[in-house]
């Protein structure tokens, strides 16, 4: 009996039939109205509610294009994280503009006489020209215009920064200044103050506060004859009410607080003087006040100097070169060796020469500072640049700090190919990229971009012909990241859908626009959920046609929770609005 049961299970080979042992999975439910029963129910309570409600976005997306719609003569920037407003700067670079998004569903009555059902996008023709027309105006409605640089300066249209509770923007302009007209105290203010190239301009720089509600400028702060790299918010980080300014050409670090009403309240200078303990430590060691009190004139050696002409390390850097110093010392009581020192004082000429070129806001309280030797940074000391990169041309170095400004304490140094600092990114990667609500799609809580990420990682590996270490210090230059530069869209989830990272993904700098629709993928079934048309070569005017070795760019714009999408492209001087919207009209 048990030998005929055990037969029918069984193949002509022997072999027993994986289905009868190993019953296939299941396919989870996709239809909209099982999971909004789901929803309304709670029949999934082991998943968090808001990751489960997350996948109603695979049923509701935008899986209509409307190409070349007309737009006002501005330049759309991004959405608020509540996605309230959609922010624009003027086309003068001069005022903010604000728009308020009136919902998804804007546009049903425009488009209801244009079916769904035969092709998913609306084409340039003069057939739908009131169609192009209209449809910026049924989705926003200008609520402030407000002008921002007054006094000659413009607008930078990569830097801008939300707070978390939405309620502030922070935007920065520029003007530009001649040497004729700025003093040498003004352009050297530190000992380490970077001498300006032929290639480099110093510029004024004017950090803005706006009230989004109130549509005005609350506060500002000034910086002037200064480096400050902000595009991309390079050089600027907001971490909560906390705001940090890195003056690469003075390497000052600015802290400042943002007060509840919006007030930019300063705190710090992290550079010369880390603390004002220092700076009142420093003015103590010069006895001034010992030689005032006796009524005596004051020695030359003991009167101050100007401050690019101090010889003693500025209190940050003293701080990493005595950590640094520690930290060999103790390894070589530990080894029972002195090689760790004697590494220590081989690299000593380049501890010196390091600059702070990047930094981010790990928490409230710690920075990740970047220090690097560039030869655009370093042009007053070339001799060691030189003398060191004929023996190694890998030589020029990188260092991460993370340093506790509160405390004044550096807690570590991690050299450029530090396996301690790539497994905290690989491991923690939202602890350094800070991504806005609950779409975070990173490689430490995300399968699907972890395994992106190994994918990525291998390749750096093959083209460093197997060096793992320079692997390593590639995947290490992304740090430290910078601020708000992720799209909170649950579109771009790779544990919803699937699609091409070289031609779409989280990050918001510009990409090359692809010949063919972009195609998001259903991760549950595999099967086209809805594609992105971005203006095909064949569907443009004839004035339009890109050359074949002319690239256009393109960037995204994604509502954070709606299915909207909006594509903007630049050829030559035409900037090119696509509307990719949620349209059904079974007509």
């Known amino acids: 009996m048990n030998e005929s049961c055990d037969n029918d299970h069984t193949g002509q080979n022997g072999y027993r039939f994986l289905s009868t042992e190993f019953p296939k999975r299941k396919r989870p439910r996709n239809n909209i109205v099982h999971r909004l029963f789901d929803r309304e129910y709670n029949l999934h309570p082991r998943f968090h509610p808001f990751v489960f409600n997350n996948k109603l976005h695979q049923n509701v997306v935008p899986n209509f294009s409307i190409e070349r719609a007309e737009h006002p003569n501005c330049f759309l920037r991004k959405f608020t994280y509540d996605g309230r407003y959609l922010m624009a700067f003027s086309s003068d670079i001069t005022s903010v503009e604000l728009y308020e998004y009136q919902g998804a569903a804007a546009a049903a009555q425009l488009l209801h006489l244009i079916p769904s059902g035969d092709k998913d996008y609306l084409s340039y023709g003069d057939e739908n020209a009131e169609i192009r027309r209209k449809i910026f105006s049924c989705f926003f409605k200008r609520r402030h215009t407000i002008t921002v640089a007054m006094d000659g300066g413009q607008l930078s249209r990569e830097c801008s920064l939300f707070t978390d509770d939405n309620r502030f923007l922070i935007v920065a302009s520029i003007s530009s200044t001649s040497e004729a007209t700025t003093s040498f105290h003004d352009r050297y203010q530190t000992n380490e103050s970077i001498p300006m190239s032929h290639r480099s301009t110093y510029e004024d720089y004017k950090f803005h506060i706006i009230d989004i509600d109130a549509g005005r400028v609350v506060d500002s702060i000034e910086f002037k004859t200064d480096k400050i ?319 074949p070795n002319n690239r256009r760019l393109i960037a995204f714009i994604f509502h954070p929770t709606d299915p909207f999408i909006i594509s903007v492209q630049r050829y030559n001087s035409q900037y090119l609005l696509y509307f990719h919207i949620r349209h059904f009209n079974p007509l």
């Not at 081989?346 to 030797?373: A, W």
Request: net charge positive.
């Open 229 to 547: 790299q902000i595009a991309n918010n390079h050089g600027i980080y907001l971490y909560k009410n906390v705001f940090a300014i890195l003056s690469v050409q003075h390497q000052i670090i600015h802290l400042y607080y943002i007060l509840p009403n919006g007030e930019f309240i300063f705190n710090r200078k992290i550079g010369r003087f880390c603390s004002e303990e220092d700076r009142l430590l420093f003015e103590d060691s010069l006895m001034q006040s010992m030689y005032r009190r006796l009524n005596q004139p004051i020695p030359v050696s003991h009167r101050p100097v100007a401050a690019f002409r101090e010889i003693p390390f500025n209190a940050l850097k003293h701080r990493i070169i005595t950590f640094a110093f520690l930290q060999a010392k103790r390894q070589s009581i530990e080894y029972g060796s002195p090689k760790p020192l004697c590494q220590f004082y081989h690299d000593f000429d380049y501890l010196v020469n390091l600059r702070m070129l990047k930094m981010q806001l790990l928490d409230e309280e710690h920075l990740l500072i970047k220090y690097e030797q560039e030869y655009s940074l370093v042009t007053y000391n070339q001799f060691i640049i030189s003398k060191y990169d004929t023996y190694n041309q890998t030589k020029l170095w990188n260092l991460f700090v993370v340093y506790n400004w509160k405390t004044t304490e550096v807690i570590n140094i991690y050299p450029q190919h530090s396996q301690t600092l790539l497994y905290a990114y690989e491991n923690f990667c939202n602890y350094f990229r800070h991504p806005y609500g609950y779409y975070p799609c990173s490689p430490s809580n995300n399968y699907y971009a972890h395994v992106a990420y190994e994918v990525f990682k291998q390749s750096i590996i093959e083209n460093r012909n197997g060096n793992y270490s320079e692997a390593v210090r590639c995947i290490l230059s992304l740090l430290p990241h910078h601020a708000q530069l992720l799209t909170p869209s649950p579109y771009l989830d790779l544990s919803l859908f699937s699609y091409d990272e070289k031609v779409i993904g989280l990050n918001e700098k510009p990409r090359h626009t692809s010949d063919e629709p972009i195609r998001f993928f259903n991760r549950n079934t595999d099967r086209l959920s809805f594609r992105m048309h971005t203006g095909q070569p064949q569907r443009l005017p004839p004035l339009l046609i890109p050359l």
